[in-house]
């Protein structure tokens, strides 16, 4: 018998974000953070815009490890979860930016 592949078994986060991706319960909690996280992304995301050296900083430390967690999730060639999350998040932070800068909020 062969041994099975690491790649294959779900990573540490993998198990610790599953319960708030599959029980409806929890569904309203992941809501509010990845909102929050969202936000939060769109502002730093603003104020490298501005030019700011310290967010942009912030905005490499948060994308080095978005990279690695995206890599980490990846199994089979296939996104897990959180590669899933991650990369929705960064997307919700640029949708954001882009509304706050037209808006005026930011």
Same mark, same amino acid.
């Given at each position: 018998?062969?041994?099975?592949?690491?790649?294959?078994?779900?990573?540490?986060?993998?198990?610790?974000?599953?319960?708030?991706?599959?029980? @409806?319960?929890?569904?309203?909690?992941?809501?509010?953070?990845? *909102?929050?996280? +969202?936000?939060?992304?769109?502002?730093? /995301? %603003?104020?490298?815009?501005?030019?700011d050296l310290f967010a942009l900083a912030s905005l490499f430390l948060l994308?080095?490890? @978005?990279?690695?967690?995206?890599?980490?999730?990846?199994?089979? *060639?296939?996104? +897990?979860?959180?590669?899933?999350?991650? /990369? %929705?998040?960064?997307?919700?932070?640029?949708?954001?930016?882009?509304?706050?800068?037209?808006?005026?909020?930011?």
């Amino acid at each position: 018998m062969t041994e099975p592949d690491p790649r294959d078994e779900p990573g540490r986060v993998d198990e610790l974000l599953r319960p708030f991706l599959t029980d @409806s319960m929890l569904w309203p909690l992941s809501l509010v953070v990845v *909102g929050t996280l +969202g936000t939060f992304g769109a502002y730093l /995301l %603003v104020r490298v815009y501005e030019g700011d050296l310290f967010a942009l900083a912030s905005l490499f430390l948060l994308g080095w490890m @978005s990279f690695d967690g995206v890599r980490g999730s990846m199994r089979g *060639g296939r996104p +897990g979860p959180v590669a899933i999350l991650i /990369l %929705v998040l960064w997307g919700l932070s640029a949708v954001g930016a882009v509304v706050g800068l037209r808006v005026g909020f930011f």
